[in-house]
């Protein structure tokens, strides 16, 4: 597979496991209402979902070894399907949330097959685009998945946006039915030679300075409905507008971060870190006031989009030599953080209110920023 309608194909995919996955962001404050839970017990839709995948995804990839890497991604997107569709009949909170784990047992399935299709495709000047492609589909899946879920959930209700979500997984699964070849990626199955990257001291540290990142991204993003609500005073339909902005200059952020990932990665990593800083500061003194916080989405969307594929390319770095492997890794280590940051945001809320969430993403940041500094020094490469 080496087309870029290929990997524009795998993203598709993407869009949907992520609209289920985030789409419910948008949602927590009406699924928190309906079910009489705290917002931040509400956040375990979203911690529960990717703690399964940190812990479960490299299992799950050498469970399937064995089976075809096109019906693996085809079965991972109708497990999604039907999850949103029982979704929207549950009875209870604690339903609802079993009925979120099931199908986060396959997203690292598909995550890592589309990723490792990306990273062996074209030559290495190629891979950051290749990449960023697969990582489209998060994007745009901010850019409509979530603000259209947020939407349904406003016009309609909660059951809506998980029947859309369904659909969007539905169409998912027919587009890649029809148009996407056999897949050949490398093989998942975990060898001798494969485990020995385990052994490499930089991989550690691009995993702790992932992990950080990741938790600090989320830290407040997983609670951004509820910011806008309480802290900006916005309104549903205004909420999910907030949304699909923060998503469409999403795009463009994506678009930045893998075209100069690919010639500074230091550099770029560094300045995101700095900026995504700058824009929480930002967030604590301007939250309140109307028509700067709409700026502060647009600059805050921008900055945020890149982190997934910045996170993902100083990673796999680490080990080119075993793709699959080291992208369910990531993907575990990504949702682990994920996990990390929703409930580091929800004790936050907490203990301080929804107002000073920012600052547990300030923290994790000045603290990514350390590790990226020092992995600087230790290793003295430049392009590090």
């Known amino acids: 597979m080496r087309t870029e309608k290929d990997l524009w194909l795998l993203a598709l995919g993407v869009f949907g496991i992520t609209t289920t996955e985030f789409g419910v962001i948008g949602v927590l404050p009406d699924i928190a209402m309906a079910f009489h839970v705290t917002i931040d017990k509400a956040g375990w839709l979203l911690s529960a979902f990717a703690l399964i995948v940190a812990f479960f995804g490299p299992f799950m990839m050498m469970l399937f ?83 259209l879920a947020t939407f349904i959930s406003a016009m309609l209700n909660w059951q809506g946006a998980f029947l859309i979500t369904a659909f969007i997984n539905v169409l998912a699964l027919i587009g ?31 995993l702790l300075l992932a992990f950080f990142i990741i938790t600090a991204m989320y830290s407040t993003y997983g609670y951004m409905a509820d910011f806008l609500k309480q802290v900006s005073h916005m309104q549903g339909g205004t909420i999910s507008i907030m949304l699909l902005l923060f998503g469409l200059v ?24 700095l900026l995504l800083s700058g824009v929480h500061l930002l967030l604590y003194w301007l939250g309140g006031s109307f028509m700067p ?38 993907t575990s280590c990504g949702n682990l953080a994920v996990t990390a940051g929703a409930l580091l945001g929800g004790h ?35 392009g590090l």
């Open 293 to 330: 916080m709409v700026l502060l989405v647009v600059i805050w969307g921008l900055v945020h989009a890149g982190g997934f594929l910045i996170s993902n390319i100083q990673v796999t770095s680490s080990a080119p030599q075993a793709s699959e492997l080291i992208n369910s890794v990531f």
């Open 250 to 273: 999403g795009i463009g952020g994506n678009y930045l971060a893998g075209r100069y990932m690919s010639r500074q990665p230091y550099l770029t990593t560094l300045l995101f870190l």
């Open 176 to 206: 890649i039915k029809i148009w996407l070849p056999p897949v050949t990626a490398g093989s998942p199955k975990v060898t001798g030679p494969q485990t020995n990257i385990f052994r490499n001291s930089l991989l550690w540290t691009n």
């Open 65 to 147: 070894s064995k089976i075809n890497r096109k019906t693996l991604l085809l079965f991972s997107l109708l497990i999604f399907a039907v999850a949103n569709v029982l979704s929207a009949f549950a009875t209870s909170f604690y339903h609802l949330l079993i009925i979120r784990m099931l199908p986060a047992f396959f997203h690292p399935v598909y995550w890592s097959i589309a990723l490792s299709v990306a990273i062996n495709t074209g030559d290495k000047q190629n891979t950051s685009k290749a990449v960023s492609i697969i990582f489209s589909g998060l994007t745009i899946a901010t850019v409509l998945g979530v603000p």
């Open 348 to 382: 936050w809320i907490a203990g301080y209110g929804i107002a000073n969430v920012v600052w547990s993403t300030v923290g994790c940041l000045t603290i990514a920023i350390l590790i990226l500094l020092f992995k600087r020094i230790k290793y003295q490469r430049p």
